[in-house]
């Protein structure tokens, strides 16, 4: 055929070769195209026969439905075509229970829940995950993380039903999340889809209303005046303690001393009682009267005598002294002095 066109002939033109190409140009051409093919299918097998693990990653590595998990990281080979790999991100991931990691907001058909003395409380969490079996992660369940969720709510549920408010709002906080954790944990290993709990955090607790926060809050601060007042009692009592053990110390020492005293002086009456009496038993008369004299000569020098006149308006005191003869002379006028009164009565 001629490689003339009706228009090239009324323009003029006329093909060299006659419009047919000469047998070498062909096969370059086709040797060519072949050549590109070849080498789109190497780079094509090329990219399809191998894959990379990065560090806090595994594969999955899936022959002809066959799944086997692939953990160290690095440069790996597959047959293409034949062999598919999923990677699994093996890091520590997370999500909330309760609000928004994006802004923020309250959730309250997860937040919203009832304690153990029918009080209802906005309670946010935290959960923390690691893909532990990338295995069991893709192919023992269609969805674990909803799993993993839902058996977070319903634990949770179930711990704060378990206890008082104020527990949930203050000082119970470790104690449920230490418990929130352990009935997750437990969970999980029934459930079994590659799935480990790391950590689970309250992240905050607080009534649903306004009015009731305020409350909570008066109560709050009515708990804190009560460890201020508890605080400072005890640090009153540490500071008295001592002062108050020493004076107990001086007591009970003084009382020991005036023990071993009373008892020394009591031993010591004895030894002079059995004395007397021993001399009493040679001879009772001479030692009885020997007492009574002896008693008398104690008892006389401070002995007063009081005489009243018959008719009951005059009295006259007249010391012992005289009669015991143990005054001087310069008593005689003044004991004159005072009888005169009396005799002329």
Known sequence: MSGDSPRNKRNGFTTMDGGQRPPQQKRMGKNV??????????????????????????????????????????????????????????????????????????????????????????????????????????????????????????????????????????????????????????QLETQDIGVQLVNITIQDSEPPTAEVMEAFKAVETAKQGKETALNNANKYRNEQLPSAQARADGIIKDAEAQKTERINEATAQVARFNAMYQEYIKNPAVTKQRMFYEAMEEVLPGLKVIIESPGGDMQTIYPIEPFTGSTDNTAAPDQAASETPAENN
């Open 33 to 186: 195209g072949i050549a590109a093919a070849v080498l789109i299918v190497i780079l094509v097998l090329g990219f399809n026969a191998t894959y990379e693990i990065k560090e806090q990653e595994q594969a999955v590595l899936i022959t002809l439905g066959q799944a086997s998990a692939v953990t160290e990281p690095g440069l790996h080979f597959k047959i293409p075509f034949i062999q598919q790999v999923r990677k699994v991100n093996t890091t520590i991931q997370g999500f909330a229970i309760g609000y928004s990691t994006d802004n923020n907001s309250v959730n309250e058909d997860e937040s919203l829940m009832i304690t153990s003395d029918f009080n209802f409380i906005d309670v946010d969490f935290y959960v923390e995950y690691r893909y532990s079996d990338p295995v069991k992660a893709l192919y023992a369940s269609r969805d674990p993380l909803k799993i993993l969720r839902n058996i977070s709510q319903s634990c949770i549920r179930n711990v704060i039903g378990s206890y008082p408010v104020d527990d949930v709002l203050t000082t119970g906080k470790n104690e449920i999340q230490a418990a929130i954790k352990e009935m997750i944990l437990a």
